[in-house]
T-cell receptor
């Protein structure tokens, strides 16, 4: 078990550029979540996948954000035309295939995005 | 929006002392979880307590849940400098597969 990995760990970009982040969940986990965390706050939910299906999206996920999980394994989160307000830590989490409702979520180390 | 509210926002104690953090939430839940986050890093799951449980222990951690008051507490006994971190409660609403709802966290500082 190598845990949840995220890439890159840090990203600095200029306003208006597009960025893409990758998340590799724990291999046997079928549920995958993206969260955003700003300084001094707890993580806020962005979107949720079960296998390759995107089942839920937060209203925080504006039209500039898109997430995919094409084969039910890794996931990508893309932000188009970045704004300074997008600066945050983007966290990915995965949860077990065993459908016991309410299992713990395993978090990756996060990608810290800075938009200049 | 965030459902949980931790109290206090910050806590400073000496090594060996106990640390108690409280969490209040607004809606019905399936379970409540506590996570730890070291500065600038991902979250580590500490303990999960289900809505039909009142108390749970794990090592130096003790969690209580009072669903009538919509509140939970996390007690860390005999704290160590390594316990210095932010602690978040997260609620799992009564809906299958939905995301956790986190509070703003308590920042714990343990000095040696």
């Amino acid at each position: 078990d190598t845990g949840v990995s995220q890439d890159p760990r840090h990203k600095i970009t200029k306003r208006g550029q597009n960025v893409t982040f990758r998340c590799d969940p724990i291999s046997e986990h079928n549920r995958l979540y993206w969260y955003r965390q700003t300084l001094g706050q707890g993580p806020e939910f962005l979107t949720y996948f079960q296998n390759e299906a995107q089942l839920e999206k937060s209203r925080l996920l504006s039209d500039r954000f898109s997430a995919e999980r094409p084969k039910g394994s890794f996931s990508t989160l893309e932000i188009q035309r970045t704004e300074q307000g997008d600066s945050a830590m983007y966290l990915c989490a995965s949860a077990s295939r065993v459908a016991v409702h309410g299992d713990e979520q395993f978090f990756g180390p996060g990608t810290r995005l800075t938009v200049l | 929006s965030q459902q949980g509210e931790e109290d206090p926002q910050a806590l400073s104690i000496q090594e060996g002392e106990n640390a108690t953090m409280n969490c209040s939430y607004k809606t019905s839940i399936n379970n409540l979880q506590w996570y730890r986050q070291n500065s600038g890093r991902g979250l580590v799951h500490l303990i999960l307590i289900r809505s039909n449980e009142r108390e749970k222990h794990s090592g130096r951690l003790r969690v209580t849940l009072d669903t009538s008051k919509k509140s939970s507490s996390l007690l860390i006994t005999a704290s160590r400098a390594a316990d210095t971190a932010s602690y978040f409660c997260a609620t799992d609403p009564n809906q299958a597969g939905t995301a956790l709802i986190f509070g703003k966290g308590t920042t714990l500082s343990v000095s040696s």
